[in-house]
C-alpha cells in the first residue's frame, strides 16, 4: 500500500497566491537528482546526450527529451506536464520528445508521493516541482556557457533553446551546449521566489497546443496495456466471485482444462483464471467454467431496487444519524425556527466505469524480479502491491507503463496486475491477463447507489438560513483503499462526500451535510466526478425547487446567494453565452446549474455554471439535450485546447450517467452483461457543446472532471421548466421520465 | 490453415475457423491498432475492412476472411496520411484513443462510398461506435473536414 495521508491531503493548505510565493512553494520544490533514471537511461541510449536533471536530457542535435511523470489516460498529461517543464527550461517546444518516464521517485506526485493519477490534480500537484526542474535544466546549460566563454552567468539569458549574451552579441544553441556541458556534481539549487518566470513572460503555459499523443492515437501505433507482448507468454482470462469478498469454492476445472489449447485452470482467492495459448482458446473454455462461490456473504442479499427502499426510508429517519461531512453554523436550529421548510429527495443508482479497454495486465514473474506490463493510474500502487501479493521486496518489481483506454477511476485500483502475477507465477511464464467485457462488468467496481434527503429552512422572505444534506450510502474509501482508511480520515469518505456542501454560496450560514452509512456489500470505486455526480444532482435541484417556489428567476436566485467573484462570474458568463432569459423555440427549455470541484474545496477548487437546453417526447419519454453551454475556472490554465477537450468529454460522460447509466443488482449479482444493456451516451444523442474557460490565477486546478457534477441538475432542471415535474432519480430513463410526466 | 491478406500482405492463420479475426489479426499476427471492446458487435473498437467493407472482427470467423483482403488502420494508409488520419490531427480528435481505430476505420468505410456525406449520415454511419471518452463531435468535425480536404 502507498502511504497516503489523507489527512496530510485535506490539510494542504496553499493558498493559490502562495504557490508562487517564496515560503510555500519551497515545499513542493523535489530534490532532483542529477541523471535521474530517465534521463540516465536516455544519455545512455542516445550517446552525448546529457541528463541534466530526472526530467530534461538535451542531445547535440538539440533533441531535448522531457519525462512526462503522469500517466496518461486521456486527460493529455502527456502533453501538460512536459510543457510546464519547456517553460521554464525556455525550450524550443517544436524540439521536444516526450517520454512516459519510469516509476521511480524521481517522479513522484507530491502530495500522493506516489506516481498516481487521480482527484485531477496531476497539473496541481506537479506544476511547482516541474517549473523547478526546467528551471534548473535551463541554470545548468547557462552555467556552463558562462564558464565556457568567461562571462557572469548573470549577464546570459535565454531565448527558445538558445543561449544569449547580449553584451556580445553571441547565441549558443541547446543543442552546441549539451555537446560540450558537464553536469554539475551538485545540481543548481533553485529558489521559487526568484528564479522562475513572472506569469506575464510565459511562452507556452496558457497558450493551445497540440497533444503529442494525438498522432499514435490516430494510427493503431499507441501501445496499450493490452498490446504489451512477451516472448513465451500465455493469455488468462478471469471470472471473479460476483459478490464482494466471496470466492470460489469448486470448479469443474478438470474438465476445462482438457478443452482445445487451455494451458491450466488457476484458482485464486476471489476468482479463477483460465490460462490458454491464445487469448481466443482462453474466452472459449471461460466459456464452459462452471464455479461454486461460497455463500453467505453480506452482498448476497443486495437486490438495488429493494435497498434504494431501505437507504430513503434511513435518510428519513432521523434517528438513522450521519456522520457528519461538512459543517457551518447550527444547520438544525436554523431549520428549527424557519418560517417554513422545504424537503427534496434525490436518488442515484450504481454506475459502471465502461473504459473502452477492459481491464488487463501482462506478469512475467522469475526469481530474480517481476515485470508487469499495464496501463495503470497507479504504477507505484502497483509495485507495491504486487510485491506484497508475491511475498518480495517491492525493488524487485517493475512496472512498464503503458497509456490507458480510459481509466476514469477503475485503473486506479491494480487488482489486474496481482491477479497477473499470481497467475504468471502459478503456471510458470508470463501471463498476459485481460478480462472479457462481460467479465469486467460483472466484476466492475461501482459508484454506488444513493439516496439524498435535504432539508432547507427559509425565512420569510424566502432566504435560506438553513441547510441540511443527509447522503445516504455505501464507504467507498475502505474499499479502494484499506479497511480502516476513512475512519482514520477524520472519518470523512471524501470519495463518497465529494460536493456535499455549499461553499460558494456562503451566503447561506448554516449547512450541514452528513453520511448515512450503509452496509458495507458493493465493490465500489472512485468514478469520474466522485460523489459530486449526486450531490450536485441534489443540490441544484434543490436550489432550483426553491427559486421556483419564491417565484424567483434560477439565475438571480443563485446569484441571491453568492457575492464571490468566481462564481458570480461563472454564472454569469454561462447565462450570456445560453441566452439565458431570452424566448426559446416552444417545446425546449433551459436548465442552470453550478459547481465546484475538487478535493481541497473550497480551498482550492475549480468552478463550473452549465445550461442545458432540452426537448422531452412525451410519447416514448426520451429526453433530447439540444445544447449544453458550460462557463469553467480553473485557475491557471496551462494548456487551454486540452482544456477544452477534458470539458467536453467531461461533459458527455456527464449526460451519459444522467440520462442511461444503470447497473442493478439482483441476489448480488449485476444485472447488465455487455453494451447492449449498459447504455453509454451514443454520437446521436450528443448535443452541441460549447464551453468557454475563464482564466485565473495560480494554481491550476482540477480540470478532468469538472465537466461531470452540473450535467444532471441542469436537465432536471431543464425538464421542470419544460413540464412543470421534477427528474429525481438518476438516470432519467424513459420509464422514469413518463412516471414523472404522469405524477 | 487460412490465406489471406492483411493490409496488403500475404497472412495465413492456424486457429481453428471459427477463432474470431480480431485476435488473429491481433495476437497471431501482431497488428494491435485493431482494439478489443466488447466482442459482441456492441462497441466498434474492432472494426476492420474485409474487401473494403467495414466488419467487426471480434464476431467476424478467420475464416470468413479466406482468400479476401482485410484492412486494419495500420494499412489505412502506407504513411498513416489518409485524409481521415490529417483530419483526426487537426481536429485533435482522440483521448485515451482506444476507440479511435475502429472510428477511423468505420468513417473511412463511409467515406469510401460517399464522399461528401452530409451530418445526419455521418451520424447514422458511425453511430454503432461508442467513445466512452465522448469525442463524438470531434469525430463528426474530423470526417466532415475530411470530406472536405479529401
Ligand atoms: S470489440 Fe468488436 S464491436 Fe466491440
Ligand atoms: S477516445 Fe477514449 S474511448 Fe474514444
Redesign the interface.
Known sequence: MVERDEARLLDFNVSRRAFLGASAGLTFAITLGLGGAGGARKAHAAGGAHALNAYVSIEPNGTIRIQAPAPEMGQGVMTGLPLIVAEELDADWSRVVVEQSPIAPAYHHPIFKAQYVVASISTLGYFMPLRVAGAQARRVLIDAVAEKWGVPAAELATEPSTVVHAASGRKISYGEVAAFAKPPAHPPKIDPAKDLKPGDRFRLIGRPVERVDVVAKSTGRAAYGIDARVPGMAYATLVRAPVRGSGPMSANADAVRKLPGVVDVVMLGHGVAVVADTFAAALKARRQLKVEWKKGLPGDAIDTDRDLEKYLADGRDMKHTGVVFHSAGDAAGAIKGAARVMVGEYLSDHVYHAQMEPMNSTASVRPDGVDIWVGTQAPTRTTLDVAAALGIGADKVHVHQHFLGGGFGRRATVEASVDAALIAKAVGRPVKLVLSREDDLAAGTFRPMTTQRIEAGLDASGRIVGWRQRVVGELVGDFVYQPGYVEKSKNRDVIFMSGAMLPYYEKVANVQSEHVREPERTRVAAWRGIGSGYTKFAIESMIDEIAHAQKADPLAYRLSLTDHPRARRVLEKVAEMSGWGKQRASGTALGLAFAEYGLFAPKIGSLVAAVAEISVDRRSGRIRVHNYWAAADAGLVVNPAGFQAQMESAIVWGLSSALKEQVTMTNGVVQQSNFHEYNILRMSEVPAIHVEILRGPPPPTMVGELGVPSAAPAIANAFFALTGKRLRHVPFTPARVQAALKA | MIQFTVNGEDARSE??PD??LL??I???L???????????A??G?CTVHVDGQPVRACVTPVSAARGRKVT???GLSAT?DHPL?RA??AE??????????GQ?MQAAALLAKNKRPTRAQI??H??G????????????RAIERAAQEG
Do not use: F, H
Open positions: 486457429q481453428p477463432t474470431p485476435w488473429v491481433r495476437d497471431e501482431g497488428y494491435t491498432g485493431t482494439k478489443y471492446g466488447c466482442g459482441a456492441q462497441c473498437a486494419t488502420i495500420e498513416g488520419q483526426w490531427i485533435q480528435v482522440p483521448q485515451c484513443g482506444y476507440c479511435q481505430s477511423i451520424v447514422q458511425m453511430n461506435n461508442l467513445c466512452r471518452c465522448g469525442t463524438y463531435n470531434r469525430i463528426v
